[in-house]
């Protein structure tokens, strides 16, 4: 019996809570997972896991035998790591992981960089708006955006982003411009809707308070840069993280509104394990991205602020204008 692969397979059955899911991560058969797992408990004479219909639960004995399996395993590949000189020099595979559209913006620029100054070092680059597990997906760094959970995980922030509304200057010219979130049930309105909160969106009230507002779409789709082609389009206003439209805003393609109601930014960080050594490739990579992520993200802020009037200008203004009418900002949306 392999103890270290029959150590592995029970970390993953633990941790997904089936022998399926084990074996899916695994990329294993099902009988070879529930084999290997039944062999374990055979060689140590021990019952780890309580199988059910509906989940795997470790037992006194297994939730010990666990926490060792982890140290053991992270030790074995913290040897294979200084073996390979990962310790030694930067050098091996880095699997980097962001959200699709910052990490196409943003992280993919710097990877091509780095890969040049690092040619010793391969990257894949995986882009997902879904958290990854560090841990579970063998991931060395993670770019998040937003508040991060207390965990094990170290981060690092590299700067903020803010929700934004906008649409093209020429829809705004016909539909008027809303002067509070409760002005958006008049307006047409696109939501990116991959998020389970797409057709809710957020605010800040006058009085500082978070306030949430229910959107009716006229058009609703699955990717922000697709939410933000149509508001470029016209089709009306759209609900995006201040980076994904800071070019369009930049270039006049998009106005920004409702800018004193927008919620407090979040903050955006570069995650890595904090368990064992960090191999040089990783810390490389780390401190090569943090301080050019800071300049992308500072220069994305004074895109969306140069074409922007200050709070107070923007206030005179709004005094002088109203939202239009239900019927006419009703007509203007379909137009």
Known sequence: MDRLEAMSILVAAAESGSFSAASRKLHMPLPTVSRKVAELEAHLNARLLVRSTRKLTLTDAGSAYLAACKQILEQVSEAENAAAGEYSAPRGELLVTAPVVFGRLHVLPIVS????????????????????????????????????????????????????????????????????????????????????????????????????????????????????????????????????AASAVSEGKLKLVLRDFEPEPVPVSVMHTGQGRIPLKTRSFIDFTVPRLRVALAHDKSMLSANDPPRERRKAAARGRTAPKPGAASKASVA
């Open 113 to 244: 960089e780095f890969l040049a100054a690092f040619p010793q070092i391969t990257v894949k680059l995986v882009l997902a708006d879904r958290n990854l597990h560090l841990l579970d997906e063998h991931i060395d760094v993670a770019l998040r955006i937003g508040k991060l959970p207390d965990s094990s995980m170290i981060a690092t922030q590299v700067g903020t982003v803010s929700r934004v509304v906008c649409a093209s200057p020429q829809y705004l010219s016909r539909a008027g411009e809303p002067q509070s979130p409760a002005d958006l049930a008049r307006f047409s309105c696109v939501v990116f809707d991959a998020l389970p909160s797409g057709s809710i969106w957020d605010f800040a009230s006058n009085k500082g308070r978070p306030e949430s507002v229910s959107i009716h779409a006229r058009l609703a789709v699955n990717t922000a840069e697709a939410a933000i082609d149509a508001a470029i389009a016209g089709v009306g206003l759209t609900n995006v993280l201040s980076y994904q």
